[in-house]
């Protein structure tokens, strides 16, 4: 029999992915038993209550998300208006944590851990003989010693864990990709430099602004002795990036109720689209911050130098990756007939998306990035290569996807904040938390806001900063980047802060979108054609090319020339702007229908190009196109005439913006008891009779 | 340190579901590694690793089923129509199989798995003390003896393998709900005898006589000396079970378009659905067969009782879960206005679906039958609850989700035969299994299509039998079930064998279903309701009254009168068919609709239900309502009588069927070149035109 271990159980601090993993396990009452085949039966017995708890596990999420959807349904039929789903998820999340925390008691079988081994390594894959039979044990993750002991009451509060890594892997790509693929891209366009500068240079603002607040707390904190173990500024810095991941998803529904200005409703989605992915990758090269030497906390040029090109690379990949994957997509249902079969189209996206964020991670780079990129581009190109069909299909697939793992996602950190097993509260760190996250929001908007309205000829208001700074909600994004990795009490005091910056944030900054927007005097439902021509002095604007950034009108006229011609059906024909040399080339890649319409394609989606008169409703939620006189047209260029970029910019700008600025799956409450709720039907039926009159 | 101890790698046999489970190994040359930290950064990277190769075998099979998307689609533009889209997946995956056997070799890092332990238990979960830091493993299962040394060549293959409860888990639900979500009723009804015949007594008697078989040929394999293993006769039994379970849909996919006699559809359509469920609880009973003493394979009538007993509980307990689900979802579709919020509906239908399933899991029975039942129920019920537009969502979601889900299973198939590391191929065993299958695809339907003929007023011919007989296909419920446990030789030897009796059926059988049909002279091209009217012997049908079974009619009146006002909005209210005691229950339960609508409402899936010269295409593809003269009309009834449900019922029958059978997903192949390939729209304005003419 060899030597005799004793094995101590211990209760896991990596939460286990419990899902469908083949976990067997014998009662240590049969370990001497000789009947292979009891030994057998128990095991598949005790394999089969693993499998019926992950199925019970999993139903109390499914629970959960029903009586969220069913309350949020309550909310609308009776107008309730002071909460909004993510937030209510988050409660029923709470309420289901404290049952399972102080209401249910389950007794754990300890008799099946109670054996410990001692050996010189821990590789992944474990071979154990016990009676001549060989089971094989995989390599779950570390346990801190305080918590070997410590098992009995856990069992079941381990149980409604999940690995970290769902959230990254299954939960967060769907949320992302479809903020991608819902962006409304000619406001995004139109505010594109200040989108990135908020989004890039703010966001490392901010982390930096947190991460010096924090440090000031931290050292506070170790000089009063409140300090429980390490906390380095890289910690600090981490700190910052996780928690400048803005995720406003309550705020912008409500802008989209209300139809608050478009600028701002942009500016606030581009900016937490994009910082997203800029927290992601940031976070991930401060915790690549790894100088030589025994203290790997030392500030040295070197790591810094790389971690920066950590973060240049990882960001640069998984953009590429992401625009490449939609590239393919473009054109592989650009030149097949696809449209044809809309099953079969919706299901080629549906893997080819799925494909980037694979891609990405087994290059090893960031997937949620890559996904974005990938949804925006699917948006811009794809998009108008599919049949109508396939249109709804993958939006309506995108949506449902979206709300389902966004409102499980707020569930759960709900229930975190009562089975996570190793909160750490620190009311300090906490105080000092939300100064910092206050402080950071402060220096990421009012700077950089004065410094963009220095080029902007469209200023952002201070009531629009103002609005800006107060919708810096936490979510979904910076509750996964705090709980991937929870080992350390550094990591655990992070996550505990976080969840209530969150809560916060979503439950109060949330509910009181609709006070501040009264407060700030933002004016709501504005109907964004008049908006645009009117200008906020009350001048109307004929011409608004010289607001077009330059870099805006560069992408543009190279996307309306190169791109779309390439990657789409629209015209003009690359055989016409392209060289004479690449013209092989530019017969092979020109589509038929490009020639038909020597002028602009008029998309389903074109939100960017307007022929005279024309009022186009881009993609959202209808997809209308009525001229002047309130007759249907489709596709007609004006006059069969080659319209150069430049006048189509212009009359673009010119006729102002008509686009529906929605943000997927955002529901609408009505603005007042008199109004029916809008359904999608009548809110098409409401948008053309606007559009009509 | 304690004892030492020595790990001997392993291979282990049971796949495992190495999908986003956090996996750390450290590299044995770190084992005396004093830097924590240096341990950390190196079990994370190894954990990278880990994760990057699971997205790679993912992505494999991403780009698996993009091939198979595109092909199909190349298939469908040039008129192939040899081979179906299942067949597809598999003749690729086999490619990729290939592939990944002979030409990639990937050297594997075997420096992490070579420590053993002995220990006299195997635990569930087990502390490995390495230099005072406490890891945590996982028990993932046996090993066979044979395979401890055998670990080298294997780590690719073994990647790219699933935990085989990933296909009851994750891929069957979604492919067997959408098959009784989109099951055809009417014919299914008309038909229900027969169909329970088949499913239930042929699919245990084919398993029997299979069983017989293999015990037969085993027996004469041991004889000659060429048995490796043990092989019981319960094994036969098992087998005989698994390979029972019939899934023609590639049969089924030609049927819909040559449009095949209806009754041919719905037999073969309603048997396969149902055996797949009577296969699986079947096998479950079997091998939960353990009769008392040491020999657990002798013939004890308490345990086969027992079985029986398991059998039936099971089924029943998984049925009502299903139809409880379905049940509950229709209420809440009813009662609440969720139609106006197309987004919320739509998840919830999902959320309630999939709960079935985890409910039935959890509670022990099956929750592969669990949803099926629940698909009928929802498709009966909670689609007329159900807006249009969640309709059309929740039908195109489980649409999309089965193709994804049957193509993967199918190309996984194929890519098995050449990863799958445990196979047995014995020549004899494979000979006998087909010969096996054959007798009992036989004995199953002639002896049965006889004794349902003495009852059956429209007999089912003997061309229909030899058609039935011959698109016995097997398919993914087999392969899930031979792959569910493959530890002993007996199991690797059915799996190998059900491999191939797989690509046979699917590639031979499917292939030639077509040269089948015109050899058995089985008209295609049939109109549905002319051919309802005209019996197979040419005299006119006025009254098909005699020819509904009784079972049939005691169900449809209950259904009429009770279940279908209590669970959706159609008439009669429940205030005129309960008793008086019931009067508050009733006038609680009932919709208003049902008040308006004394006669049938007319539902958009009512299949069941005709007014006067009304013609409804039932849901499918179309839901329009034409009277005779063509106009359209909706929701009337008839002269707002009240229509007792003999009454409903004589007219349903003596108007036939104008059902378009049509199952889910299958592609619609044009008979002919000269008519364009049938997408949606275009079929919708076919059966227009049809039906207007």
Chains 1, 2 share one sequence.
């Not at 469908?20 to 049969?30: D, G, H, K, P, T």
């Not at 409604?160 to 479809?178: C, G, K, Y």
């Not at 070197?302 to 998984?318: P, Y």
Request: hydrophobic letters at 45%; aromatic letters at 12%.
């Amino acid at each position: 029999m060899g030597s005799m271990c004793k094995i101590n159980a211990a209760m896991s601090i990596w939460t286990r992915l419990s899902l469908f993993v083949l976990a067997s396990s014998l009662c240590l009452c049969l370990c001497r038993a000789e009947d292979s085949a009891m030994e057998n039966i128990v095991t598949e017995k005790k394999a089969e209550e693993s499998h019926r708890q992950d199925s019970a596990d999993l139903l109390v999420f499914i629970l959960l998300l029903t009586l969220t959807i069913l309350t949020i349904w309550l909310f609308k039929h009776r107008r309730f208006r002071f909460l909004h789903e993510t937030g209510l998820a988050m409660i029923y999340g709470l309420l289901v944590g404290v049952v399972l925390r102080y209401a249910i008691h389950v007794p754990s079988d300890m008799s099946n851990v109670t054996l410990s081994c001692n050996v010189n390594a821990s590789p992944a894959t474990l071979l154990v003989n016990v009676s001549g039979k060989f089971y094989e044990y995989t390599l779950k993750g570390e346990i801190s010693a305080n918590e070997v002991n410590d098992i009995q009451d856990n069992e079941m509060l381990r149980k409604v864990t999940f690995d970290p890594e769902v959230f990254f892997n299954i939960l967060l790509p769907p949320i992302i990709f479809h903020a991608g693929y819902s962006l409304k891209r000619r406001h995004f366009f139109r505010n594109l430099g200040s989108i990135l500068a908020y989004a890039f240079v703010g966001t490392v603002v901010s982390c930096f602004i947190i991460g010096l607040v924090m440090y000031g707390c931290v050292t506070l904190m170790k000089q009063i002795g409140h300090l429980g173990g390490d906390f380095f500024f890289t910690d600090c810095l981490f700190f910052g990036a996780i928690v400048s991941a803005t995720d406003p998803v309550t705020v912008l529904a409500i802008f989209n109720e209300l139809h608050v200005d478009a600028d701002l409703y942009a500016l606030l989605f581009g900016e937490s689209v994009l910082n997203d992915a800029v927290a992601v990758v940031l976070s991930s090269s401060i915790v690549a911050y790894q100088p030589e030497g025994d203290n790997t906390h030392t500030f040295e040029a070197m790591a810094m130098l790389k971690s920066f090109g950590i973060f240049l690379g990882v960001f640069s990949g998984s953009f590429a990756l992401g625009v490449a994957t939609g590239v393919v997509t473009a054109l592989v249902t650009k030149f097949t007939k696809l449209r044809d079969f809309p099953l079969l189209e919706t299901a080629l996206f549906f893997l080819m998306s799925w494909s980037t964020f694979l891609l990405a991670e087994a290059c090893g780079f960031t997937g949620v990035v890559a996904v974005l990129f990938c949804g925006m581009t699917q948006a811009h190109y794809t998009f108008n290569n599919l049949s109508p069909e396939s249109q709804n299909r993958t939006k309506q697939l995108f949506e449902l996807l979206n709300f389902l793992a966004e409102n499980f996602i707020f569930s759960y950190m709900g229930l975190t904040l009562f089975t996570f097993h190793n909160h750490v509260f620190n009311p300090i760190f906490i105080v000092g938390a939300f100064l910092a996250v206050f402080l950071g929001r402060a220096g990421n908007i009012y700077p950089l806001s004065f410094l963009l309205n220095l080029g902007r000829r469209n200023k952002i208001g201070s009531n629009f900063q103002h609005m800006m700074m107060f919708a810096g909600l936490r979510g979904a994004m910076t509750f996964a980047l705090s709980i991937r990795d929870t080992a350390t009490y550094a990591r655990q005091m992070m996550f505990s802060t976080t969840l209530l910056v969150v809560f916060f944030t979503v439950w109060i900054c949330g509910g009181g979108t609709t006070q501040m927007l009264s407060c700030q005097k933002i004016r709501v439902g504005v109907d964004t054609d008049v908006e645009n021509s009117i200008g906020p002095d009350g001048v109307e604007r004929r011409s608004t090319k010289q607001e077009s950034a330059w870099l805006f009108r560069i992408w543009y006229n190279f996307d309306h020339n190169y791109l779309k011609p390439i990657l789409t059906h629209s015209g003009p024909p690359l055989t016409a702007t392209l060289p004479a040399c690449c013209g092989p080339l530019a017969r092979c890649l020109t589509s038929p229908q490009a020639y038909e319409n020597e002028g602009q394609l008029k998309d389903s989606d074109s939100d960017l190009i307007l022929n005279d008169g024309d009022i186009t409703l881009t993609y959202g939620d209808i997809t209308v196109s009525t001229d002047a006189t309130g007759a249907h047209t489709s596709g007609t260029p004006v006059g069969g005439v080659v319209v150069n970029s430049d006048e189509a910019l212009d009359r673009e700008l010119a006729f102002g913006d008509h686009e529906l600025v929605i943000r997927g799956t955002r529901l609408v409450l009505p603005m007042d008891d008199s109004e029916p709720p809008l359904s999608l039907d009548s809110h098409r039926h409401r948008h053309k009779n606007e559009t009509m009159s």
